[in-house]
């Protein structure tokens, strides 16, 4: 009973609730299926096309504040205009996530240009510009939350799907920003940063009160109150509870074996989640307070587990629990903030085993709690009309990194460790506009880590030949820390203390174009090469059999365009496309778990009445390679929300997932026995929405 | 289900949906942040008269634009062909020491201090001024532009309008938000 691969967290992988075909419904093939996506864009689209929006002048000032001002926050802790920023960005609006029914982080994130996210029905791993490895958890992307870093402190994991532990209905805007960013926000920006901006009471606009069901025994009630007070105070609360039962039978072919029940797992893919959110605004002073929590049981036997375990069956409980306060004042023309943050994840794994003798059935709890304290401060301040700087400071107290391991019955505890870290940072920003045209950026961050210091530089060149486009070269680096879970001595061995933060450096050229007021289109290259990729090798010395190493080097390029259009009466449409090669440089070989090709499209319709939408989305991921080597085909799926106004305050909201109900896998992780793990076919949910108050 | 019946399906839905086309509300688009500022400015206009000494009928209606050349062309190609209450718009850059007094509207931008000076040269004036600039209504301007929720809102400073001389219709003030 003593080595445990199985206990890693680390070796499996990220997942949404999902669900599975049921027999008797027809597969559609994905061709069919993509047939019918381009009859129906061709029969919906094409007429209108030519039809282009009124011009800006011509609309009305309530028809102009409903319009998005195409700014973003999270390139350089700084409103500016997307086409200034220096990054290639992308951004959801909270409309967006209620026209096309997302429930979670990774489903917007997989509507996104560039972006996938393979589901191993239990956590959601993101890949991004290529490199979605199996088994790693997303510490290569850094997820915050109104500008304020959420990956935790042990795996330093940004998690994207019920685990996240925020409902999507809370959020305002979500911000996705490629390339590195390590110049301002340090570890985890290595791919991209993704900025999640939460709903105001202003945004949030009344009451509301919603209930939802849906298949798979799905249900979830969500109250929400947003107010502002007449000294100007303004309030949003909102909570949720949500659950589903999943699927009640899951076949997978690689325990089909009489003794595990022939590959099915019964009744062993529920989760349901709790979910609360505060955020009080007065003066200069914001709070924003979350907790959220998100059970789920493991249908895949990971780690070795006890496949079919009924008894004590393999189980997951994430916990977010987030509180920071931010105080921005203006001294002249110097914008001031100062922020304070307590950050604490906990998360409990049941995995059942057999003894190692093979008699009898043996329970591990793998438990973590992870507490982080974070000050900083940062001034932003124009120089003349021609430069703004921002410099700030971040210090970083993680009080707890804590990992215990035990049995239950017998109870034995098998390893309590208790660990605590410090960090600090500075970072420097200068952008200058070099003529009326053209912006010149460049940043610099300095991380002091406890074993080593990093200084991450970033430069960006911008020629803006008119306000409608820009070109963009960005130039940026980061790095990603060996995180407490890899650091871990007792599990890895004390070569571990020796590893060193992988860097990445990335060389991307953008072209962003607006056409007339209606048309807006983006293309991008990029070049990549990360070195010293901290990688699971096999070592026979250290308590789990493995350690990690810097080992790894990847090089990448890509192309990826995007175009969003605002069509006549309200239409809106969207579509990329992602083109992406990353390969192993010593072997030359494409990085498991890679799509060369990514498709998207999005239409979104108004309906019958105000506030009615229908809108439509189909998602092609391409080919990939599983960790086995097995080709794990592309697939088109297309999902329709509905959305209905009934009365002044009524509406009813229908989502179907995965409309043509494809048969679709993601590669699964070396944590499990299979080599890929099958997704869910057709969903539905349908809900009703009761609002008060006017938006 | 068979796949022909899909497809029926997919065609009947395609057909549902251009059946159920309507005019609806414009969401969440993106615009370039200037030509969205120009096309506010240019609102603005039409919901505010000048006193006839300083705008009298079928003179042009002068719009200057200080420290924003995006803004200025932005605005200069958003009132191309367009005219107000009989009033043709003109748009200048006269840059921060240049004669701002005979401007209707004034939309400056830079910093505090170049915002604040161009509110005083044209405190006497019926001048709408208007900026991007975060504190610019504590700094005496009358219109303020400000992000929220990724939308672009405006506020007007009440004092300040009614020592104004310039008439604005209660629908902006109606629309007029905190920042």
């Given at each position: 009973m003593t080595s445990s691969p199985r206990l890693?967290?680390?070796?499996?992988?990220?997942?949404?609730?999902?669900?599975?075909?049921?027999?008797?419904?027809?597969?559609?093939?994905?061709?069919?299926?993509?047939?019918?996506?381009?009859?129906?864009?061709?029969?919906?689209?094409?007429?209108?096309?030519?039809?282009?929006?009124?011009?800006?002048?011509?609309?009305?000032?309530?028809?102009?504040?409903?319009?998005?001002?195409?700014?973003?926050?999270?390139?350089?802790?700084?409103?500016?205009?997307?086409?200034?920023?220096?990054?290639?960005?992308?951004?959801?609006?909270?409309?967006?996530?209620?026209?096309?029914?997302?429930?979670?982080?990774?489903?917007?994130?997989?509507?996104?240009?560039?972006?996938?996210?393979?589901?191993?029905?239990?956590?959601?791993?993101?890949?991004?510009?290529?490199?979605?490895?199996?088994?790693?958890?997303?510490?290569?992307?850094?997820?915050?939350?109104?500008?304020?870093?959420?990956?935790?402190?042990?795996?330093?994991?940004?998690?994207?799907?019920?685990?996240?532990?925020?409902?999507?209905?809370?959020?305002?805007?979500?911000?996705?920003?490629?390339?590195?960013?390590?110049?301002?926000?340090?570890?985890?920006?290595?791919?991209?940063?993704?900025?999640?901006?939460?709903?105001?009471?202003?945004?949030?606009?009344?009451?509301?009160?919603?209930?939802?069901?849906?298949?798979?025994?799905?249900?979830?009630?969500?109250?929400?109150?947003?107010?502002?007070?007449?000294?100007?105070?303004?309030?949003?609360?909102?909570?949720?509870?949500?659950?589903?039962?999943?699927?009640?039978?899951?076949?997978?072919?690689?325990?089909?074996?009489?003794?595990?029940?022939?590959?099915?797992?019964?009744?062993?893919?529920?989760?349901?989640?709790?979910?609360?959110?505060?955020?009080?605004?007065?003066?200069?002073?914001?709070?924003?307070?979350?907790?959220?929590?998100?059970?789920?049981?493991?249908?895949?036997?990971?780690?070795e587990?006890?496949?079919?375990?009924?008894?004590?069956?393999?189980?997951?409980?994430?916990?977010?629990?987030?509180?920071?306060?931010?105080?921005?004042?203006?001294?002249?023309?110097?914008?001031?903030?100062?922020?304070?943050?307590?950050?604490?994840?906990?998360?409990?794994?049941?995995y059942p085993r057999t003894q190692d003798d093979g008699t009898g059935r043996l329970v591990g709890i793998?438990?973590?709690?992870?507490?982080?304290?974070?000050?900083?401060?940062?001034?932003?301040?124009?120089?003349?009309?021609?430069?703004?700087?921002?410099?700030?400071?971040?210090?970083?107290?993680?009080?707890?990194?804590?990992?215990?391991i035990r049995y239950i019955d017998p109870p034995l505890t098998l390893l309590?460790?208790?660990?605590?870290?410090?960090?600090?940072?500075?970072?420097?920003?200068?952008?200058?506009?070099?003529?009326?045209?053209?912006?010149?950026?460049?940043?610099?961050?300095?991380?002091?880590?406890?074993?080593?210091?990093?200084?991450?530089?970033?430069?960006?060149?911008?020629?803006?030949?008119?306000?409608?486009?820009?070109?963009?070269?960005?130039?940026?680096?980061?790095?990603?820390?060996?995180?407490?879970?890899?650091?871990?001595?007792?599990?890895?061995?004390?070569?571990?203390?020796?590893?060193?933060?992988?860097?990445?450096?990335?060389?991307?050229?953008?072209?962003?174009?607006?056409?007339?007021?209606?048309?807006?289109?983006?293309?991008?290259?990029?070049?990549?090469?990360?070195?010293?990729?901290?990688?699971?090798?096999?070592?026979?010395?250290?308590f789990l059999?493995?350690?990690?190493?810097?080992?790894?080097?990847?090089?990448?390029?890509?192309?990826?365009?995007?175009?969003?259009?605002?069509?006549?009466?309200?239409?809106?449409?969207?579509?990329?496309?992602?083109?992406?090669?990353?390969?192993?440089?010593?072997?030359?070989?494409?990085?498991?778990?890679?799509?060369?090709?990514?498709?998207?499209?999005?239409?979104?319709?108004?309906?019958?009445?105000?506030?009615?939408?229908?809108?439509?989305?189909?998602?092609?991921?391409?080919?990939?390679?599983?960790?086995?080597?097995?080709?794990?085909?592309?697939?088109?799926?297309?999902?329709?929300?509905?959305?209905?106004?009934?009365?002044?305050?009524?509406?009813?909201?229908?989502?179907?997932?995965?409309?043509?109900?494809?048969?679709?896998?993601?590669?699964?992780?070396?944590?499990?026995?299979?080599?890929?793990?099958?997704?869910?076919?057709?969903?539905?949910?349908?809900?009703?929405?009761?609002?008060?108050?006017?938006? | 289900?068979?796949?022909?019946?899909?497809?029926?399906?997919?065609?009947?839905?395609?057909?549902?949906?251009?059946?159920?086309?309507?005019?609806?509300?414009?969401?969440?688009?993106?615009?370039?942040?200037?030509?969205?500022?120009?096309?506010?400015?240019?609102?603005?206009?039409?919901?505010?008269?000048?006193?006839?000494?300083?705008?009298?009928?079928?003179?042009?209606?002068?719009?200057?634009?200080?420290?924003?050349?995006?803004?200025?062309?932005?605005?200069?190609?958003?009132?191309?062909?367009?005219?107000?209450?009989?009033?043709?718009?003109?748009?200048?850059?006269?840059?921060?020491?240049?004669?701002?007094?005979?401007?209707?509207?004034?939309?400056?931008?830079?910093?505090?201090?170049?915002?604040?000076?161009?509110?005083?040269?044209?405190?006497?004036?019926?001048?709408?001024?208007?900026?991007?600039?975060?504190?610019?209504?504590?700094?005496?301007?009358?219109?303020?532009?400000?992000?929220?929720?990724?939308?672009?809102?405006?506020?007007?400073?009440?004092?300040?309008?009614?020592?104004?001389?310039?008439?604005?219709?209660?629908?902006?003030?109606?629309?007029?938000?905190?920042?």
């Amino acid at each position: 009973m003593t080595s445990s691969p199985r206990l890693l967290r680390a070796l499996d992988v990220p997942a949404r609730p999902s669900e599975v075909r049921r027999s008797g419904l027809v597969r559609m093939s994905y061709q069919c299926s993509a047939r019918l996506v381009l009859t129906l864009a061709l029969t919906l689209f094409l007429p209108h096309l030519v039809m282009a929006q009124a011009p800006l002048p011509d609309l009305s000032l309530e028809e102009l504040m409903t319009l998005d001002s195409g700014q973003v926050y999270g390139a350089s802790e700084r409103l500016q205009p997307v086409t200034e920023a220096p990054a290639s960005v992308s951004f959801i609006t909270a409309d967006e996530i209620a026209r096309f029914g997302y429930r979670t982080l990774a489903d917007i994130l997989r509507s996104v240009r560039g972006m996938y996210v393979s589901d191993d029905r239990n956590f959601s791993l993101v890949g991004v510009r290529g490199f979605g490895k199996p088994g790693d958890y997303n510490s290569r992307i850094l997820l915050l939350v109104n500008g304020h870093r959420v990956n935790d402190n042990v795996f330093g994991q940004a998690e994207v799907g019920a685990e996240f532990g925020m409902d999507a209905a809370t959020f305002d805007r979500v911000e996705i920003i490629r390339g590195p960013a390590s110049s301002i926000y340090g570890d985890s920006a290595f791919f991209a940063v993704v900025n999640v901006i939460t709903k105001s009471g202003a945004s949030l606009g009344g009451g509301t009160l919603a209930l939802e069901a849906g298949t798979l025994g799905m249900q979830l009630a969500r109250g929400s109150v947003g107010h502002v007070f007449a000294n100007g105070a303004d309030l949003a609360v909102s909570g949720t509870v949500e659950r589903s039962s999943g699927n009640s039978r899951l076949y997978f072919p690689a325990f089909d074996a009489p003794e595990t029940n022939f590959g099915v797992a019964e009744d062993l893919d529920g989760e349901h989640m709790r979910q609360f959110y505060a955020r009080l605004a007065y003066k200069s002073l914001t709070v924003t307070a979350a907790y959220g929590t998100r059970t789920r049981t493991v249908p895949t036997a990971s780690f070795e587990t006890l496949f079919n375990e009924q008894g004590y069956p393999e189980q997951t409980t994430d916990r977010h629990t987030l509180l920071d306060a931010e105080w921005i004042r203006l001294f002249g023309d110097t914008r001031f903030s100062l922020r304070g943050s307590f950050d604490r994840f906990t998360y409990d794994g049941t995995y059942p085993r057999t003894q190692d003798d093979g008699t009898g059935r043996l329970v591990g709890i793998n438990s973590v709690n992870g507490v982080r304290w974070t000050a900083g401060a940062r001034a932003t301040r124009p120089f003349g009309t021609r430069q703004t700087v921002i410099a700030g400071f971040e210090f970083i107290d993680n009080v707890h990194q804590d990992q215990m391991i035990r049995y239950i019955d017998p109870p034995l505890t098998l390893l309590d460790l208790q660990r605590r870290a410090q960090q600090t940072a500075l970072y420097l920003q200068d952008e200058v506009k070099i003529t009326p045209w053209l912006n010149g950026t460049v940043g610099v961050r300095y991380d002091g880590y406890e074993q080593f210091n990093r200084v991450t530089p970033r430069a960006a060149l911008i020629a803006m030949p008119s306000p409608r486009q820009s070109y963009k070269y960005l130039y940026g680096s980061a790095f990603r820390a060996p995180n407490a879970y890899e650091l871990n001595t007792k599990f890895f061995g004390e070569s571990v203390v020796d590893l060193r933060p992988e860097t990445i450096d990335t060389h991307e050229v953008v072209w962003e174009r607006f056409t007339g007021d209606w048309l807006r289109t983006s293309l991008s290259g990029y070049w990549y090469r990360a070195d010293r990729l901290i990688t699971l090798a096999a070592d026979d010395s250290t308590f789990l059999g493995a350690t990690y190493v810097n080992e790894g080097e990847v090089r990448a390029r890509g192309l990826e365009f995007e175009a969003q259009a605002r069509l006549w009466r309200g239409w809106q449409a969207g579509g990329s496309y992602a083109l992406q090669r990353a390969l192993d440089r010593d072997t030359r070989v494409e990085l498991p778990n890679s799509p060369r090709h990514m498709v998207k499209a999005r239409l979104s319709i108004p309906g019958y009445g105000a506030g009615a939408f229908v809108a439509v989305e189909s998602v092609y991921v391409g080919d990939r390679r599983s960790l086995a080597d097995v080709n794990v085909p592309g697939a088109m799926t297309m999902h329709l929300t509905v959305t209905q106004p009934l009365s002044r305050s009524w509406a009813l909201v229908g989502t179907v997932r995965n409309l043509f109900d494809v048969d679709y896998s993601d590669p699964a992780s070396s944590a499990h026995r299979q080599d890929v793990i099958p997704q869910n076919g057709r969903t539905a949910r349908i809900g009703l929405r009761w609002t008060i108050g006017t938006k | 289900m068979t796949s022909a019946s899909l497809r029926l399906l997919g065609l009947g839905l395609a057909v549902g949906l251009l059946v159920t086309l309507r005019p609806g509300p414009l969401g969440a688009q993106e615009v370039t942040p200037p030509a969205l500022k120009a096309a506010f400015l240019f609102n603005f206009v039409k919901f505010t008269s000048w006193p006839s000494d300083v705008l009298p009928d079928t003179a042009p209606l002068q719009m200057c634009v200080v420290n924003a050349p995006a803004i200025g062309s932005a605005l200069s190609q958003a009132v191309q062909g367009r005219s107000i209450g009989g009033h043709a718009i003109q748009v200048t850059q006269p840059g921060e020491a240049g004669n701002l007094r005979g401007c209707h509207v004034l939309f400056v931008s830079g910093t505090r201090g170049a915002a604040a000076k161009a509110v005083t040269a044209v405190r006497d004036v019926p001048v709408l001024t208007v900026s991007d600039l975060q504190a610019f209504a504590d700094d005496g301007g009358i219109a303020q532009f400000h992000v929220q929720q990724g939308q672009l809102r405006f506020y007007f400073a009440v004092n300040a309008v009614r020592a104004s001389r310039l008439q604005v219709s209660s629908k902006l003030l109606i629309l007029s938000r905190q920042p």
